[in-house]
């Protein structure tokens, strides 16, 4: 409570009665001289009684002409600001203090301060209101205003620049963050690079499309973790698309379909449907596909080679441009893979094939009785070798001309090819000869097989530019490893000479290798 008694500004008035009125008017002279704070005080009624030279100074009021007045009628802005009530309060001998912070001021005065990024049309202040006592009778009030413009002001400047410091943290953590992000897309990058290399360079040294689908399901699932899909391949002969690689769970639904069926290769580029986007949804094998997938067209030398298509079960639109783009290239990459792939097994089928009757040839039947033999000599298994030859070849030719003969041999060969065992190897020899090679075989077995293939092809109907070109016959030799011989030179000589003694004794004929 702020009381004459023991303010420092404010003396007791027993001891106006106690004849120490010098040393009181000393002190309040001192007071108003030279204090610096603003002083004023008022009676019960809020009329000022005092108004102190900093008051004068700082307000520009002289205290002759404030003194006496009411000081809600002298500042009526405080009944506006409701300030008024703190006078009341302190009369009811209550203290208030008011803060700059809230108040900005008590008084209106002129700035002492300026600031360029803050207007400051008044003096900032802060002050304290308490009731004035004597002989703890509450006779008025006593108000004590100070200046904190500049105090204020270098609080904004350490705010500010605590704010700029924030900010600046702020920009760095940003930065540090995009930068972050930055590297995390550069090692994404990266590593889907490293992948789709690693990926092209087993492709290269592939043997067949088997192990190249091995390859590409298991890159596949490391490049599209969160997705699944599955490689469409064109089927040539079947002019269809094939499921062929499948990655990810659920497994996507696989079923052939023709180019038409698809947006992809019709638009010859990237197509998506998302669940934003679904009315132009290409044709759909079952309900259960997903309603968000994108399709990428694989092409290499202007032929259609398949589509890669690919969903993401947890988004409806999970494709963003990133993961698009990731696609196309992996579908370009896969492209040149599976086609390099392709031409050097087209390459090697044209190596080891006979291009008339697709048949494998003599080079490859080298290859594969050596391969054979050496099975079988671990096995302790048998194997069945057969020679035949059509009779009468070149008269057949000389009636129906080469075309006709070229008809024959491809109709025996697909007899062949559609008579045998999986694991039994038909090949053209040469000319009108063909080999049959039948691993793990008995002699008994290779005698019956003969027999059957000697009386079916006489009901071999054979015809050419719409004519029937009459019945046939073959004369066949059997040899068996390794009763006949212990290496493929020695088996074909012996199954060859039994041949050529089916062709002596009057064709039409199957013959055992020499002991049998």
């Not at 704010?163 to 760095?172: D, F, R």
């Not at 008339?356 to 069945?384: C, D, P, Q, V, W």
């Amino acid at each position: 409570m702020i009381t004459l008694e023991n303010n420092k500004f404010a003396t007791n008035a027993a001891e106006r009665g106690r004849g120490n009125n010098s040393l009181h008017e000393v002190v309040c002279r001192c007071i108003n001289e030279q204090s610096n704070v603003g002083i004023f005080t008022t009676d019960i009624d809020l009329t000022i009684t005092s108004w102190n030279r900093w008051l004068v100074m700082h307000s520009g009021i002289p205290a002759g002409d404030i003194v006496s007045r009411n000081l809600l009628d002298a500042f009526p802005d405080l009944i506006l600001r409701r300030l008024d009530h703190y006078y009341w309060e302190a009369l009811a001998r209550r203290n208030a203090v008011l803060s700059h912070r809230l108040h900005r001021h008590l008084l209106p005065m002129p700035p002492t301060v300026q600031n360029d990024e803050r207007s400051i049309p008044f003096m900032l202040q802060s002050a304290r209101i308490g009731p004035l006592t004597d002989q703890e009778q509450v006779i008025g009030t006593l108000t004590l205003i100070e200046d904190v413009s500049e105090r204020t002001v270098r609080d904004w400047e350490i705010e500010g620049h605590i704010a700029k410091l924030y900010e600046s943290e702020q920009a760095l953590q940003s930065s540090r963050d995009a930068l972050a992000e930055q590297l995390h897309e550069l090692e994404r990058r990266h590593r889907e690079i490293t992948l789709l290399g690693e990926m092209g360079n087993l492709l290269l040294l592939s043997r067949d499309l088997v192990e190249g689908s091995d390859i590409i399901s298991r890159f596949l699932r490391q490049i599209f973790p969160e997705d699944a899909g599955l490689l469409f391949l064109f089927n040539l002969i079947s002019n269809v698309l094939e499921p062929a690689i499948g990655w990810g769970e659920p497994a996507l639904p696989g079923q052939d379909f023709n180019n038409d069926d698809c947006w992809a290769l019709r638009r010859g580029q990237m197509y998506v449907v998302g669940e934003s986007e679904r009315a132009m949804q290409c044709w759909r094998p079952t309900e259960n596909f997903p309603k968000s997938y994108m399709c990428i067209p694989l092409k290499a030398r202007d032929a259609v080679i398949g589509v890669l298509q690919a969903t993401n079960w947890r988004d409806g639109d999970g494709f963003p441009p990133a993961k698009r783009q990731l696609a196309q290239t992996v579908a370009e990459n896969l492209a040149l893979g599976l086609s390099n792939l392709k031409l050097r097994e087209n390459l090697k089928e044209q190596s080891i094939r006979d291009p008339l009757t697709g048949l494998f040839n003599r080079r490859y039947m080298e290859e594969a009785m050596a391969r054979e033999l050496s099975r079988a000599e671990r096995a302790g298994r048998k194997i069945g070798i057969i020679m035949l030859d059509l009779d009468h070849f070149k008269a057949f030719n000389d009636r129906h001309g080469h075309q006709g003969g070229d008809a024959l041999l491809v109709e025996l060969a697909t007899f062949l090819q559609t008579g045998v065992r999986p694991e039994d190897i038909a090949c053209r020899y040469g000319g009108e000869e063909f080999t049959l090679i039948l691993p793990d075989a008995p002699a008994e077995a290779v005698r019956k097989r003969a027999e059957e293939i000697r009386e079916k092809v006489k009901n071999l109907t054979v015809s050419h530019m719409g004519q029937n070109l009459g019945q046939v016959t073959l004369s066949l030799g059997v040899a068996i490893f390794p009763d006949h011989g212990a290496t493929t030179e020695a088996l074909i000589q012996s199954a060859d000479e039994a041949l050529y003694r089916a062709k002596a004794g009057g064709r039409d004929r199957v013959e055992s290798a020499a002991g049998k």
